[in-house]
């Protein structure tokens, strides 16, 4: 079956003629009727393969970033307030990391975008391989990256950022001559509903540890200073 000059699959038909005589034996314009049949119903199944598969691009396209292959900021936003309504509902909490790489623009500068890129896309890659099935990696813009963990309390969370960070000073990224290695993250942590009640608000939290971690020396794990009765005094006050 074809669509569009692309090939969709294979559609397999037997005849099974109710006479209980052998195909060979019917009348040559009822095989001719089967054989149209058979050709139009392949046609129509086709065009709705072909049709689902060009949703399904379309789709991949809208959400996914297209150097790194995550999920990109739009999707984020729509995964954070599914997952916030999800952890209310059954009272589990959200982790949130902001994370980036350190001296990235220096390092862009000095070897060239196809280097950047070569980075962007390694990362991307190791955050694809180094999380849980149904965490939600995404590249929030530049060489910032958010991962949204259901599930994770704050321990857990900070934990789990560190075990990133000192597994990717380990990756090297092969680029031409040498290899790109020895580079870091920084990173913000925070947790709903510990650092805020709405998504927005902890993942502010999470990019302001992330620039405290920055601020502090780089290659390190930062954690959100606010807390929800921080909040609370903040809604009184105002």
Same mark, same amino acid.
């Given at each position: 079956m074809l669509a569009q000059g692309s090939p969709m699959g294979i559609l397999h038909l037997r005849d099974r003629?109710?006479?209980?005589?052998?195909?060979?034996?019917?009348s040559d314009r009822l095989k001719e009727f089967r054989q149209r049949l058979a050709i139009g119903m392949a046609e129509h199944v086709a065009l709705a393969l072909g049709n689902l598969r060009l949703q399904e691009m379309?789709?991949?396209?809208?959400?996914?970033?297209?150097?790194?292959?995550? %999920?990109?900021?739009?999707?984020?936003?729509?995964?954070?307030?599914?997952?916030?309504?999800? /952890?209310?509902?059954?009272?589990?909490?959200?982790?949130?990391?902001?994370?980036?790489?350190?001296? %990235?623009k220096p390092l862009n500068d000095r070897l060239g975008h196809e280097a950047g890129d070569r980075l962007l896309r390694a990362l991307g890659e190791f955050l694809r391989t180094h999380t849980r099935g149904h965490d939600i990696a995404c590249?929030?813009?530049?060489?910032? %990256?958010?991962?949204?963990?259901?599930? /994770?309390?704050?321990?857990?969370?900070?934990r789990r950022a560190e075990q990133l960070r000192e597994e990717f000073k380990r990756l090297r990224v092969q680029y031409p001559d040498p290899a790109l290695g020895g580079v870091t993250l920084s990173m913000?942590?925070?947790? %709903?509903?510990?650092?805020?009640?709405?998504?927005?608000?902890?993942?502010?939290? /999470?990019?302001?540890?992330?620039?405290? /971690?920055?601020?502090?020396g780089r290659d390190r794990v930062a954690t959100s200073a606010r807390s929800t009765q921080q909040e609370a005094d903040l809604d009184r006050a105002t």
């Open positions: 003629p109710d006479t209980g005589q052998e195909l060979g034996g019917l379309l789709r991949t396209q809208v959400i996914r970033d297209p150097v790194t292959g995550l %999920f990109n900021r739009r999707y984020m936003t729509e995964s954070l307030e599914r997952e916030v309504h999800r /952890a209310i509902r059954n009272q589990t909490p959200l982790g949130i990391v902001m994370l980036d790489i350190d001296n %990235f590249r929030y813009g530049g060489d910032e %990256f958010t991962l949204i963990l259901p599930g /994770a309390s704050l321990d857990v969370t900070r913000g942590v925070a947790t %709903f509903p510990d650092h805020g009640s709405s998504w927005e608000v902890v993942l502010q939290e /999470a990019d302001a540890a992330l620039y405290r /971690a920055k601020r502090d």
